[in-house]
């Protein structure tokens, strides 16, 4: 019919994205140049526990998370998706991988990509172009703080300057340092210590003397954090998703993990229960990361790998038009 406007669709997309302390499904479709959310998931599932320790998967943590890949699959097949799925830290590092591995590749019907810590980088880094590219025309470090590694990306004048993946998360440092409820001042200094360690020895530059530029957050430690300075009783990405969590805030948030008991914690608003034993470690690294940038406060994004592995997917899809 004249007049009528045809809008190019391409199949729907299931990411997948098993990290050392969370599973994460987001299915959509690219409709013309827009997104189409059809359905978002996060399960705390715990795969790398123990990660600090011998590394190995633990049966349970393997059994549990298979189970929410089960739904996962499940709803990628009523959406009529194609599956895209990769895991990240605990899965570069177990010995048994393989235990999760093939059983997770028969409940998908596809494989599921283990990641260099430079890839994961890469995803996370093309969700927040996507998100912010006016933010990574200037000088910008792109942060994933996940449950066993960092990646962090620097980019100068525009363009990618330097790129590294650091073994520590907030399961991690947790797991090898914490061991009192509330953690000592002694335990909080060993983790700061272990994270000042890292970033000297993997040389990540600053932005230089007199340039300023910005911090960009993703993943479940700093929207969380965003989310407890925020008071969210009920977790709401649209609020998230590029809310500014100033140095002070983050420092506040800080003060008070510190200070409470892991039961305590559990009740704090904006925060998920099941978080409660590993946020102090990943709010360190994230102050830790601000004051090694000497930035007034971090950019959230509620969108990392996952949306990354979404768009490069979805691109090699072939569209229709509808």
């Not at 059809?38 to 998967?57: F, K, P, S, V, Y």
């Not at 990306?153 to 797991?175: A, C, I, N």
């Not at 709401?236 to 305590?264: F, I, K, M």
């Amino acid at each position: 019919m004249a007049g009528v406007v045809k809008t190019e669709a391409r199949p729907p997309v299931a990411a997948i994205d098993v990290g050392t302390n969370t599973t994460l499904l987001l299915i959509a479709r690219r409709v013309g140049a827009d997104v189409q959310v059809l359905e978002e998931r996060a399960e705390i599932t715990r795969l790398g526990r123990g990660i600090g320790q011998d590394g190995q998967l633990a049966p349970e943590a393997v059994a549990r998370t298979l189970e929410v890949l089960r739904q996962y699959a499940e709803a990628a097949r009523a959406h009529g998706a194609v599956v895209a799925a990769v895991g990240t830290e605990a899965l570069r590092r177990a010995p048994n991988a393989q235990d999760f591995l093939g059983p997770a590749a028969a409940l998908l019907g596809a494989p599921l990509e283990v990641v260099s810590g430079q890839r994961e980088a890469a995803l996370t880094f093309r969700a927040v172009e996507a998100s912010f590219p006016d933010l990574l025309a200037g000088n910008a470090a792109v942060i994933d703080i996940g449950g066993g590694s960092t990646e962090i990306v620097v980019v100068r004048d525009g363009k990618v300057d330097f790129e590294v993946s650091l073994p520590m998360g907030s399961v991690r440092l947790t797991e090898r340092y914490v061991q009192h409820d509330p953690p000592t001042s002694d335990e909080q200094r060993a983790i700061e210590r272990d994270v000042a360690e890292k970033l000297a020895s993997a040389a990540v530059p600053r932005f230089g003397a007199g340039a300023s530029g910005t911090l960009i957050g993703v993943a479940g430690t700093v929207t969380t954090l965003a989310a407890m300075a925020e008071n969210l009783a009920t977790y709401d990405p649209a609020r998230v998703h590029g809310y500014e969590l100033s140095a002070s805030a983050l420092n506040e948030q800080l003060a008070r993990l510190g200070a409470a008991t892991e039961a305590e914690r559990k009740s704090f608003a904006g925060l998920d229960p099941r978080r409660a034993d590993v946020i102090f470690a990943g709010a360190l690294i994230l102050r830790c990361l601000v004051e090694h940038f000497e930035v007034a406060h971090v950019k959230v994004s509620d969108r990392g790998i996952r949306w990354g592995l979404f768009y490069e997917r979805a691109s090699q899809l072939p569209a229709s038009r509808g």
